[in-house]
């Protein structure tokens, strides 16, 4: 096992001539891999290797079940504007969970470098063509923080109706335009990675996040009504005063409500949000966690790849 971590890290981070699409449906040019192999049920997941200096060994291959059971397959991709949280520096794709819930406790997990200007990524299912296998993938998001960890889409202040460019993406193994048992290429996943909605920022200091490169302010102000449960200055929770405000003075003016259902105290707040259009979903917030949905059907072998943007 140690030898194939070892060799799939020194392949994450690959380049090759030219332009366009290549005839496996694959772009050219320089990409990280993420290698995604189906095992049977019973499958025990490997432990951590580390090198000769104590220092863990990341790499870049997930185990996932070939078959689905009664247990969800899920991916957390960690990246962001200022990087993956606790590794913000990271250089490579680093696979830091490698087996979905079948074979683990949780879910398996990675770390993507930081590109403002985003990835395109592909995918594509290899192997033997047993039963034509496929998978399903969809996108949503574990959470979206500040540089002060505060969780934005915890609170509220990441738009509940904001939706990705993508719903799912279906792999399959069999190209059915060719005869025979040809390998299908490349799918673009891209959309799964692409999100439009409002995120909003309550910091006092809004100018490193609402400037544009032209100093041009990109930010609109929105009326927030906040609880603070403990009443410790730590806000639990942040609606829309365009939903939950009440007209108290029967003026037509909208104020946030004196409390809650439970007696929680509401704050009157201003932030500053910004509105995302298709955007590259790891520049929504300084720290950003997708989940990746998995459906598998008999794949064993997919081969999954991120070209950063220039």
Request: aromatic letters at 10%; charged letters at 25%; glycine letters at 10%.
């Amino acid at each position: 096992m140690k030898t194939i971590f070892i060799f799939m890290m020194m392949l994450s981070l690959s380049a090759h001539a030219g332009k366009g699409l290549r005839g496996n449906g694959f772009p050219s040019g320089e990409h990280f891999n993420l290698n995604l192999l189906g095992k049977k049920a019973g499958f025990k997941c490997p432990d951590a290797e580390f090198d000769e200096y104590g220092n863990q060994i990341f790499g870049n291959v997930i185990f996932f079940p070939r078959e689905e059971d009664n247990k969800p397959i899920t991916i957390l991709m960690e990246s962001g504007k200022k990087g993956p949280k606790n590794a913000p520096n990271t250089a490579s794709l680093e696979v830091t969970d490698w087996c979905t819930e079948s074979f683990s406790n949780n879910g398996a997990s990675l770390r993507l470098p930081q590109n403002d200007k985003g990835y395109r990524v592909y995918a594509r299912i290899t192997g033997k063509p047993t039963d034509n296998p496929s998978l399903s993938l969809s996108s949503e998001l574990a959470y979206v923080q500040d540089e002060n960890g505060n969780d934005l889409l915890f609170l509220g202040l990441v738009d509940s109706t904001g939706v990705f460019s993508s719903d799912g993406e279906d792999l399959s193994r069999t190209d059915s335009t060719k005869k025979g048992k040809g390998v299908q290429k490349a799918t673009d996943l891209t959309g799964l990675f692409e999100y439009s909605g409002n995120v909003c920022y309550l910091q006092a200091d809004s100018d490193l996040y609402c400037l544009d490169e032209s100093g041009q302010n990109t930010c609109s102000a929105y009326d927030l009504c906040c609880i603070d449960r403990e009443l410790d200055g730590i806000y639990d929770r942040c609606d829309p005063l365009s939903v939950v405000g009440v007209d108290l003075n029967l003026d037509g003016l909208l104020e946030c409500p004196v409390a809650d259902q439970e007696s929680n105290t509401y704050f009157s707040e201003q932030a500053q949000c910004k509105a995302y259009d298709s955007e590259w979903v790891f520049n929504i917030g300084d720290f950003v966690g997708l989940i990746w949905n998995l459906d598998n059907n008999g794949s064993y072998n997919v081969q999954i790849r991120f070209y950063p943007n220039k």
